[in-house]
């Protein structure tokens, strides 16, 4: 069994920074590709960012410039660095990775809060 356990959300004043991390347990072959997805209230999930073993990386829009996505693979961790943080981030943040003989797994979620 494979378990991602996120941490770091919080509240946050409009401005600020978070960075939240991710990190994959259990008996693990090989994981491809980590990443991050969001939920905000009333809102479908949607993607933030991912990162392949390589290091290669993809962002939403809403993320370009702000955010920044980075792992360490020998600690299966990935970690999102949320910078110039608006209320429109404000969602529950999902860690995603794909992992070789499980396929996709989910983290349960942190919340992030932005607000004055």
């Known amino acids: 069994q494979v378990q991602l356990v996120e941490s770091g959300g919080g509240l946050v004043q409009p401005g600020g920074s978070l960075r939240l991390s991710c990190a994959a347990s259990g008996s693990i072959l090989r994981i491809y590709l980590m990443g991050w997805y969001r939920r905000a209230p009333g809102k479908q999930r949607e993607l933030v960012a991912v990162?392949?073993?390589?290091?290669?990386?993809n962002y939403a829009d809403s993320a370009k410039g702000r955010f920044t996505i980075s792992r360490d693979n020998a600690k299966n961790t990935v970690y999102l660095q949320m910078d110039s943080l608006t209320p429109e981030d404000t969602a529950v943040y999902y860690c995603?990775?794909?992992?070789?003989?499980?396929?996709?797994?989910w983290g349960q979620g942190t919340q992030v809060t932005v607000s004055s």
């Open positions: 990162i392949t073993s390589s290091g290669g990386t």
């Open positions: 995603n990775a794909i992992e070789a003989t499980r396929g996709s797994l």
